[in-house]
């Protein structure tokens, strides 16, 4: 029998139960192979809109990513820069955001691989942070620790210094901004849209001055002036207390400050003209025409990566305009006073006085060992600015065993060695003089009073207003002298240290006699002071009434002898002291002109006509 006609019999039940194949009656259309093609075809298709759906994911973490980096960026503004610490904490932080977006957004071995990477990454950067932090400790670089400064200090006598009462600040910072905030009243129309901002000691033609920045109060004050600017700033005299709102052009006010926001501020501007440069904190100065700039140190690390902090250069950045100068640390211009901030300054000491000798002394012997105060206070000198702090061994904080004057511009360090009581003991016993007014002292100054080393205080009460100064011995802090004026207290001081038998040194003067071409008088802390002219000179020589009662007589015309300080030789205000007078003849009465003013007794009679 024929197998077609076997198999191809029509079933009782009704088609071929084979169907179709080797057992029906119809071959197969496809055989195994174009089966597995087209198994392999399907399965090809099937990848193909997963590819593309990882693809974009892909993409969208790279764009995410990215757009928050920049908001970050924009944001924190860290320096692009591998010394600095904070731009290791901002790529530590974007890694782990970049983990975070890829494990949420991405799947398969592509995130799994990232994530490894990252957290290797990570994992190294922490080990090798720790790892630089071990080798630049002062365990194994006490000599680049203490060599930072060493080449910068110069030991002196204290006969060498020169510092006196003549032109040094009487106001603390906050006297100084009290006198600010009095000012800032006299802004009617814009005391409600700014707000006093830091204020920086500087040095102007000479003079300690505090000048404080305007800045505006909050987003929606900035907003509404922002295409003004600040229209002013303010400086306080710190010797003679005047303070002067100064007024910027009409149109030319400052833009760029701390407190504007998105491109106008401050920070942000420096930033984005200087994105690989470590900053320090900026001061608000002054050049030689009273232009306002913003100051910005430029810092680095001399050992390692992260440790010993230094400076470099500067930047300076018109506030009014925004345009930025860089300058390297020996061209930096003279107006320029904050180059070195006292912090920095203070910290390079220390580790001089700590590791001079290595590092194992400054732990286990200490011999030798030196540290500064807490405290330090502005001193100016010429037309640079200097700060004073004191010097103390590490085992004894009663006393001070000398002290350093640092100019604030180049760094150059005089270091004056002289035993006696440290700051806050000399705030104490100012203090403790006048304890039943509860006045409290502020950081003293040292200066070279009656030839003597003196702490000088200000005395303030407790709404922080200054009553009285006091004057207290370096050496002998049992001497302690108040006055309602310096120049009182300096009188009450030179009687102390007469009676205690101390050395006190004359003032050189020089006798100078002439004509008065010119007087004028000022009050100042309760003091007349009578300002002289001679003639055929420009230089006013100053009287003060306390000390000089005749003055009040003096007069245009008179002849005066005048003992005048030779140490203000070149300045227009000189202090003398009035030596003897003799009136004009124009004052004096005529005798002749007495004997024709009697009275006539015939005057009064009448004549009989001729």
């Given at each position: 029998?024929?197998?077609?006609?076997?198999?191809?019999?029509?079933?009782?039940?009704?088609?071929?139960?084979?169907?179709?194949?080797?057992?029906?009656?119809?071959?197969?259309?496809?055989?195994?192979?174009?089966?597995?093609?087209?198994?392999?075809?399907?399965?090809?298709?099937?990848?193909?809109?997963?590819?593309?759906?990882?693809?974009?994911?892909?993409?969208?973490?790279?764009?995410?990513?990215?757009?928050?980096?920049?908001?970050?960026?924009?944001?924190?503004?860290?320096?692009?820069?591998?010394?600095?610490?904070?731009?290791?904490?901002?790529?530590?932080?974007?890694?782990?955001?970049?983990?975070?977006?890829?494990?949420?957004?991405?799947?398969?071995?592509?995130?799994?691989?990232?994530?490894?990477?990252?957290?290797?990454?990570?994992?190294?950067?922490?080990?090798?942070?720790?790892?630089?932090?071990?080798?630049?400790?002062?365990?194994?670089?006490?000599?680049?620790?203490?060599?930072?400064?060493?080449?910068?200090?110069?030991?002196?006598?204290?006969?060498?210094?020169?510092?006196?009462?003549?032109?040094?600040?009487?106001?603390?910072?906050?006297?100084?901004?009290?006198?600010?905030?009095?000012?800032?009243?006299?802004?009617?129309?814009?005391?409600?849209?700014?707000?006093?901002?830091?204020?920086?000691?500087?040095?102007?033609?000479?003079?300690?001055?505090?000048?404080?920045?305007?800045?505006?109060?909050?987003?929606?004050?900035?907003?509404?002036n922002r295409s003004t600017g600040i229209p002013a700033y303010i400086t306080v005299d710190m010797k003679t207390q005047n303070t002067k709102i100064v007024r910027l052009e009409d149109g030319k006010g400052i833009k760029y400050s701390q407190q504007a926001y998105f491109n106008d501020n401050l920070l942000r501007h420096v930033r984005f003209n200087y994105p690989c440069d470590m900053l320090g904190d900026p001061h608000f100065e002054l050049d030689e025409s009273g232009n306002p700039y913003w100051v910005y140190p430029v810092l680095e690390h001399k050992i390692m990566l992260f440790s010993g902090t230094d400076v470099k250069g500067v930047i300076t950045v018109d506030p009014v305009t925004g345009e930025c100068t860089r300058y390297e640390r020996?061209?930096?211009?003279?107006?320029?006073?904050?180059?070195?901030?006292?912090?920095?300054?203070?910290?390079?000491?220390?580790?001089?006085?700590?590791?001079?000798?290595?590092?194992?002394?400054?732990?286990?012997?200490?011999?030798?060992?030196?540290?500064?105060?807490?405290?330090?206070?502005?001193?100016?000198?010429?037309?640079?600015?200097?700060?004073?702090?004191?010097?103390?061994?590490?085992?004894?904080?009663?006393?001070?065993?000398?002290?350093?004057?640092?100019?604030?511009?180049?760094?150059?360090?005089?270091?004056?060695?002289?035993?006696?009581?440290?700051?806050?003991?000399?705030?104490?016993?100012?203090?403790?003089?006048?304890?039943?007014?509860?006045?409290?002292?502020?950081?003293?100054?040292?200066?070279?009073?009656?030839?003597?080393?003196?702490?000088?205080?200000?005395?303030?009460?407790?709404?922080?207003?200054?009553?009285?100064?006091?004057?207290?011995?370096?050496?002998?802090?049992?001497?302690?002298?108040?006055?309602?004026?310096?120049?009182?207290?300096?009188?009450?001081?030179?009687?102390?240290?007469?009676?205690?038998?101390?050395?006190?040194?004359?003032?050189?003067?020089?006798?100078?006699?002439?004509?008065?071409?010119?007087?004028?008088?000022?009050?100042?802390?309760?003091?007349?002071?009578?300002?002289?002219?001679?003639?055929?000179?420009?230089?006013?020589?100053?009287?003060?009434?306390?000390?000089?009662?005749?003055?009040?007589?003096?007069?245009?015309?008179?002849?005066?002898?005048?003992?005048?300080?030779?140490?203000?030789?070149?300045?227009?205000?000189?202090?003398?002291?009035?030596?003897?007078?003799?009136?004009?003849?124009?004052?004096?009465?005529?005798?002749?002109?007495?004997?024709?003013?009697?009275?006539?007794?015939?005057?009064?009679?009448?004549?009989?006509?001729?």
């Open positions: 029998m024929n197998n077609n006609d076997f198999f191809g019999q029509q079933s009782p039940f009704g088609e071929n139960p084979f169907g179709q194949g080797p057992f029906g009656n119809q071959p197969p259309k496809k055989n195994w192979k174009e089966q597995l093609r087209q198994f392999r075809d399907k399965k090809k298709n099937h990848k193909k809109p997963q590819e593309k759906t990882k693809a974009s994911r892909i993409v969208l973490t790279a764009v995410l990513f990215v757009l928050q980096l920049l908001v970050q960026f924009y944001v924190s503004l860290p320096a692009i820069n591998i010394q600095s610490t904070g731009f290791w904490a901002f790529a530590g932080e974007n890694l782990l955001i970049l983990m975070v977006l890829t494990s949420a957004l991405c799947r398969g071995s592509f995130a799994s691989n990232l994530r490894r990477v990252c957290t290797a990454v990570i994992g190294v950067g922490v080990v090798a942070f720790f790892a630089l932090a071990l080798l630049s400790s002062p365990i194994l670089q006490s000599h680049q620790y203490a060599s930072l400064m060493q080449d910068s200090i110069e030991q002196k006598q204290i006969e060498e210094y020169t510092p006196t009462i003549d032109n040094v600040p009487l106001l603390d910072k906050d006297s100084a901004s009290r006198l600010a905030n009095r000012a800032l009243g006299n802004l009617v129309d814009e005391v409600s849209q700014f707000e006093l901002y830091d204020t920086y000691q500087v040095t102007v033609a000479g003079a300690p001055v505090r000048v404080q920045p305007l800045d505006y109060v909050g987003f929606v004050k900035w907003f509404m020996g061209d930096i211009p003279d107006w320029i006073d904050n180059v070195y901030s006292p912090q920095i300054i203070m910290q390079q000491y220390d580790w001089y006085g700590s590791y001079q000798n290595g590092w194992i002394n400054s732990v286990v012997g200490q011999k030798g060992v030196v540290r500064t105060t807490e405290g330090y206070n502005y001193i100016p000198k010429g037309n640079d600015l200097y700060i004073y702090t004191g010097v103390t061994s590490v085992v004894s904080d009663e006393s001070n065993i000398g002290f350093i004057f640092t100019n604030l511009r180049t760094r150059e360090t005089e270091f004056y060695e002289i035993a006696g009581a440290e700051e806050f003991s000399a705030m104490e016993s100012a203090e403790g003089v006048v304890q039943h007014l509860n006045y409290d002292a502020t950081f003293p100054i040292l200066l070279m009073i009656e030839g003597q080393p003196t702490y000088t205080v200000a005395l303030k009460d407790n709404a922080g207003l200054v009553k009285q100064y006091g004057m207290v011995n370096m050496a002998q802090y049992q001497i302690v002298a108040t006055g309602s004026t310096i120049k009182d207290c300096q009188a009450n001081y030179r009687k102390l240290l007469e009676s205690n038998g101390a050395e006190v040194t004359q003032s050189a003067t020089e006798e100078m006699t002439g004509v008065i071409d010119d007087v004028r008088t000022a009050v100042i802390s309760g003091t007349t002071y009578y300002y002289i002219r001679l003639q055929g000179g420009d230089v006013y020589y100053i009287l003060s009434a306390a000390d000089n009662e005749q003055a009040v007589l003096l007069g245009t015309g008179d002849t005066v002898t005048l003992n005048v300080e030779t140490a203000d030789e070149g300045k227009q205000l000189q202090k003398a002291g009035l030596k003897g007078a003799t009136a004009s003849e124009a004052a004096q009465p005529d005798p002749e002109e007495e004997s024709s003013a009697e009275p006539d007794e015939t005057a009064g009679e009448a004549q009989p006509e001729a």
